[in-house]
């Protein structure tokens, strides 16, 4: 870990770049910005004394999807890089669960717009060819078209990280976490239930399910093994958003709660990686979700503007998008 100071606009970090390092501000403060430096400059946040940032690329070697700053003031970092996370976080266990909440802000806030977009895509099918004489619903796209032009300028697509190297441990039952032994069918917490914990899937599967034992009972997605859940309902202090349930014999949870956040710093810091990773990768997936819906929304104001018909693809992008809102809706605190 390594302290670096920087003097007022100079660049901490680059949008695009590949890095293997995140950064604590210990004094002053640093500006995010998309396309910095461009006619396109969009300031996206100022971060201040004690924010954490780029720990994505720590966790996922996820390339910088932001330029970052220094601001008004020198601004003096501590880097860590992505060998020395085990360490930053037994010499300062409280972080884990600040990064936790960091990542659960952004997801729970990209969602909302990733639902605000499909929901948009839904109407303009809808209006059929009166998206451009609707004022309300054109002033609602303006900033889907920005995001798919920004993303134009990275060459169309945005870019996917690769699989973080986390320590390789064999954590045996030394970590301290309670177990639980499920048969097929057992319920682990219904829709509506107090979030006061997380969970670890050692083996087996799990389902998730909306409307459990109702007539509108249905399926969302299946989690296997090494896959958590339960976290942002837990971080975020929400009731849980659907029901979980043990969908094969022999399935073997660990359950995780606050409070045993920070022993496993010192017992099983694999799985603290595992868990951030986790969190880290449902943001990078749902991130690309949004930038091609965005796109979608851009290919069809084009279609529309020069009175052509949507392509067939895009029609089936159209159903696509109205089913996945509603999966992430019901999915996205359990």
């Keep these: 870990m390594v302290?670096?100071?920087?003097?007022?606009?100079?660049?901490?970090?680059?949008?695009?770049?590949?890095?293997?390092?995140?950064?604590?501000?210990?004094?002053?403060?640093a500006d995010v910005f998309l396309?910095?430096?461009?006619?396109?400059?969009?300031?996206?946040?100022?971060?201040?004394?004690?924010?954490?940032?780029?720990?994505?690329?720590?966790?996922?070697?996820?390339?910088?999807?932001?330029?970052?700053?220094?601001?008004?003031?020198?601004?003096?970092l501590m880097e860590i890089s992505t060998a020395e996370v085990s360490e930053f976080f037994r010499e300062d266990p409280a972080q884990i669960r600040n990064i936790m909440?960091?990542?659960?802000?952004?997801?729970?806030?990209?969602?909302?717009?990733?639902?605000?977009?499909?929901?948009?895509?839904?109407?303009?099918?809808?209006?059929?060819g009166e998206v451009l004489r609707s004022g309300s619903l054109l002033s609602r796209i303006e900033k889907f078209l920005k995001t798919a032009y920004l993303v134009s300028r990275m060459g169309g697509r945005m870019p996917k990280g690769k699989d973080a190297v986390l320590p390789d441990e064999n954590e045996a039952d030394a970590d301290g976490l309670r177990k639980i032994h499920c048969g097929k069918g057992r319920l682990l917490f219904r829709q509506g239930d107090e979030a006061d914990c997380?969970?670890?899937?050692?083996?087996g599967?799990?389902?998730?399910?909306?409307?459990?034992?109702?007539?509108?009972?249905?399926?969302?997605?299946?989690?296997?093994?090494?896959?958590?859940?339960?976290?942002?309902?837990?971080?975020?202090?929400?009731?849980?958003?659907?029901?979980?349930?043990?969908d094969s014999n022999g399935?073997?949870?660990?359950?995780?709660?606050?409070?045993?956040?920070?022993?496993?710093?010192?017992?099983?810091?694999?799985?603290?990686?595992?868990?951030?990773?986790?969190?880290s990768s449902r943001l990078r997936t749902l991130t690309v979700d949004y930038v091609q819906a965005c796109q979608t929304v851009e290919k069809m104001v084009d279609a529309e503007e020069?009175?052509?018909?949507?392509?067939?693809?895009?029609?089936?992008?159209?159903?696509?998008?109205?089913i996945m809102a509603q999966a992430y809706n019901n999915t996205m605190y359990y």
């Excluded at 954490?52 to 932001?66: K, Q």
């Excluded at 909440?101 to 717009?113: F, G, H, K, P, Q």
């Excluded at 799990?206 to 859940?229: C, H, P, R």
């Excluded at 020069?306 to 109205?322: P, V």
Aim: with cysteine.
């Design 101 to 128: 909440a960091n990542l659960s802000s952004r997801l729970r806030e990209l969602t909302d717009d990733y639902l605000e977009v499909c929901g948009t895509i839904r109407e303009m099918k809808e209006t059929s």
């Design 251 to 279: 399935t073997v949870l660990k359950v995780i709660t606050e409070a045993d956040l920070e022993g496993l710093c010192k017992k099983a810091p694999s799985m603290v990686l595992m868990a951030l990773q986790h969190l």
């Design 198 to 203: 997380m969970y670890y899937i050692a083996s």
């Design 35 to 76: 396309g910095y430096g461009t006619e396109d400059e969009r300031h996206l946040t100022t971060l201040d004394e004690g924010s954490i940032f780029g720990e994505m690329a720590v966790l996922e070697a996820y390339p910088r999807s932001a330029t970052v700053v220094a601001g008004e003031n020198d601004t003096s």
């Design 205 to 246: 599967t799990v389902g998730i399910y909306a409307n459990y034992e109702t007539d509108d009972e249905k399926l969302l997605t299946t989690l296997k093994s090494n896959q958590f859940f339960g976290e942002m309902g837990m971080i975020e202090k929400l009731p849980r958003s659907a029901a979980a349930v043990a």
């Design 306 to 322: 020069h009175g052509r018909e949507l392509a067939e693809e895009y029609m089936k992008s159209i159903e696509y998008y109205t």
């Design 3 to 29: 302290k670096k100071t920087f003097s007022r606009g100079e660049i901490i970090v680059r949008e695009g770049d590949l890095a293997d390092s995140m950064y604590v501000i210990i004094s002053g403060s």
